[in-house]
């Protein structure tokens, strides 16, 4: 999905990729897989389901081969994903999922808005997950052989999740690269950060939006995110500001950059002047700018692109969670 691969190019150019060697069987690579998982404990009996129908999904050769380099610009990117339709509907959302997304607020100490704003990006809020089965997915880019070590370890992540008894094979859906449910984790994310909102011993980030948005909350949470602080918020520039001193990296107090002429786009700072903030420009050199702190950079783990975390605190805003 968009959000995933930021950056499909203007002129694109098809990845190429060697077709598996015709002796590497899909067939023996399954009773690779099989025998490792058996050593790691995984029973006969998750193997039998997990593995049951499974065959190369050649649909999923073709769109991985089919990734493109990004030229987007930032413009084009937060006219496709902040839309007027995902407002509207994002702020429904929040206000039928009122009370559950207040008890994980509580819960994790992650604002509401960043959560329910990942949320409508990843998955518009549950009504976009993909229909791919996850265990044929990435079964069928670790043989293919690309990225075969990370998919094969993809694989491994899947088949615990399904030894724990979180969801049965047949609803383990997601994207063709393996992407899972409304957060769109990878299986070996969902191990480490997906989370039991309501104690029924599971965890299902396809259909219970309390472990959604717990897991969401969760991933933020072990990422760095400080409870009580925003994102960042849109500013204004001096003509004499140093481009040298842009960029994520380049942290100064927020009195520091008051000092410097720069000026919050709207209203106020937002952050009291000893926190530090830097300064990104989407566009490069000119046009919208934003001050950015922490917590811009605990969205960045969840997606490493700036574009990615722009739209997440933005969108959030939007819908006043």
């Known amino acids: 999905m968009l959000t995933r691969r930021l950056m499909l190019a203007a002129a694109p150019a098809a990845i190429a990729a060697p077709a598996p060697a015709s002796a590497n ?21 998750t193997l039998d389901a997990a593995f049951a129908g499974v065959s190369p999904n050649q649909k ?28 509207e509907e994002g702020r429904k959302a929040v206000v039928a999922n009122r009370d559950m997304l207040n008890r994980v607020v509580d819960r994790f100490n992650v604002s509401p808005r960043v959560i329910t704003g990942i949320w409508g990006l ?26 075969a070590k990370f998919f094969r370890g993809e694989l491994m992540a899947a088949l615990k999740i399904l030894e724990q008894g979180n969801i049965a094979p047949s609803r383990m859906l997601g994207s063709y690269a393996g992407a899972m449910g409304q957060p769109q ?8 950060y997906a989370a039991d909102y309501d104690g029924d011993g599971k965890r299902d980030i396809w259909n219970n939006r309390g472990d959604v948005m717990a897991s969401i909350a969760n991933y933020l949470a072990k990422s760095g995110w400080r409870g009580g602080e925003n994102w960042g918020q849109a500013v204004t520039l001096p003509p004499s500001l140093d481009e040298g001193s842009l960029g994520r990296d380049n942290r100064k107090p927020v009195s520091e950059w008051a000092r410097m002429g720069v000026r919050p786009l709207e209203g106020v700072w937002d952050a ?9 420009i989407p566009s490069g ?23 990615y975390a722009l739209a997440v605190g933005i969108l959030g805003d939007q819908l006043g969670a």
């Open 25 to 45: 069987s899909f067939e023996s690579f399954v009773s690779g897989v099989r025998a490792e998982a058996r050593k790691a404990g995984i029973s006969q009996k």
């Open 60 to 87: 999923v050769i073709e769109r991985d081969r089919r990734q493109v380099e990004f030229t987007m610009t930032w413009a084009r990117y937060r006219n496709l994903v902040i839309t007027d339709k995902r407002i």
């Open 122 to 147: 990843e998955s518009s809020y549950g009504a976009i997950q993909g229909d791919y089965r996850v265990i044929e997915a990435v079964a069928t880019l670790a043989w293919e052989g690309r990225r």
């Open 185 to 192: 984790f990878m299986p070996s994310s969902y191990l480490s």
């Open 272 to 280: 009291p002047g000893d926190r530090p903030g830097a300064i990104v």
């Open 285 to 307: 050199g000119e046009g919208a700018a934003f001050m950015v702190h922490q917590n811009f950079m605990a969205i960045r783990r969840y997606n490493p692109s700036d574009f």
